[in-house]
């Protein structure tokens, strides 16, 4: 098979010749596997891992971050960020939300400030097709409650949705209609290739949801629908991606129409790969599963490898699974165990 071919044959609940996979990191690690394999090329890392999917939108060409006056970056939205650095690497956290003091939609609308789609090229989308052309390839971050929390904190946001809905409402509607924009012109410069859209939402912690599964319907069902179609229209499958406990949620996005869900993080309640493949597997495809917050980062290679082969073997199963990490490995997974879980005889 073809890795493209692997994968529908999967999606499709139809055991293909191995388990398909997927790769996704933080640069660091990016980094590391290019010093690795002596290349600066990405592809080269994916064909090196044996990974059957590549994501095209880095390819997008986005115009460079800018700085403010005190030297903090401006981010999406007008938050503004820092970047600062652990024992593993760097990373970005909020320092000052673009919409604090902000009461009414009219005060949020004057202190937020969208990336303008129009400055953005989304020529090398075709490009990146034909590079990729024999992967199954997937497109998009969309979100509805994510990148609000961008440029709102999470606490206020939820305040909004609780006792201020319209707040709340103008909010989300403000950023999703960006988020249509581009995946709209995404799709438009894949013309038709791109296999599968992500949706990327947060709706869960580790125990359980953040919200109630009323309030997930009153304010996220109907929108998630509207990209699902968007997505549909262009030939292109749904991919979720939604940390967490989201068991109870995932009836909701069946219904919506989601065809992969991502990142099944096992160490969260009622996110058993045995029990999810029971209950859902003849109606949905999974995506993810290695475990980063133990095994990976702490484990050894042989552990590493015991991770994919059991996730082959649960989720795996008949089809329906896509072999990666339940989060983008992060800068303190040594790349042994990186190589180690991809190895052939894993899957």
């Known amino acids: 098979m073809t890795s493209r071919e692997r994968v529908l044959a999967a999606l499709n609940h139809i055991q293909p010749d191995r388990t398909p996979t997927d790769f996704q990191a933080v640069g ?34 986005r115009q460079p971050a800018k700085l403010d006056e005190d030297g903090l970056i401006i981010g999406w939205g007008g938050s503004r960020i820092r970047t600062i650095f652990n ?32 400055t953005w090229d ?33 606490e206020q946001i939820l305040l909004d949705m609780a006792l201020k809905p319209e707040r709340a409402d103008h909010l989300f509607s403000r950023c999703f209609e960006w988020h249509m924009d581009y995946h709209t012109r995404l799709l438009e410069a894949g013309k038709g ?14 125990l359980d949801l953040l919200m109630s599964v009323d309030m997930f319907r009153r304010f996220f069902k109907e929108p998630m629908r509207e990209y699902v179609k968007l997505a549909k229209s262009y030939g292109a499958m749904v991919y979720l991606h ?75 199963k008949d089809g329906g699974y896509i072999l990666s990490s339940c989060h983008f490995f992060q800068a303190d997974v040594p790349v042994t165990n990186i190589l180690a879980f991809y190895e052939l005889e894993n899957r």
């Open 28 to 61: 660091t690690i990016w980094e590391r596997l290019y010093k690795h394999f002596r290349t600066n090329d990405m592809k080269d890392v994916l064909d090196a891992l044996a990974i059957d999917c590549a994501w095209v939108d880095p390819e997008v060409g």
């Open 242 to 316: 939604c940390c967490g406990s989201a068991y109870k949620l995932i009836p909701e996005f069946i219904d919506i129409g989601v065809n992969i869900l991502d990142p099944i993080q096992t160490m969260a309640r009622n996110m058993e790969p045995q029990m999810l493949k029971a209950q859902f597997g003849d109606r949905l495809s999974f995506h993810g599963g290695g475990e980063t917050q133990g095994i990976l980062p702490h484990g050894s290679a042989d552990e590493a490898r015991e991770n994919a082969r059991m996730l082959s073997r649960t989720l795996g």
């Open 193 to 206: 290739r791109i296999d599968a859209m992500q949706l990327a939402d947060d709706f869960s912690t580790q």
């Open 122 to 154: 989304f020529s090398a989308i075709g490009r990146a097709c034909e590079k990729y052309g024999d992967r199954f390839l997937i497109g998009g971050f969309a979100s509805i409650f994510y990148y609000p929390t961008l440029i709102r904190s999470m």
């Open 87 to 118: 024992n593993y690497g760097p990373h970005d956290e909020i320092v000052r939300y673009a919409t604090d003091g902000c009461n009414t939609p009219e005060e949020m609308d004057e202190a937020i400030t969208l990336p303008d789609l129009d």
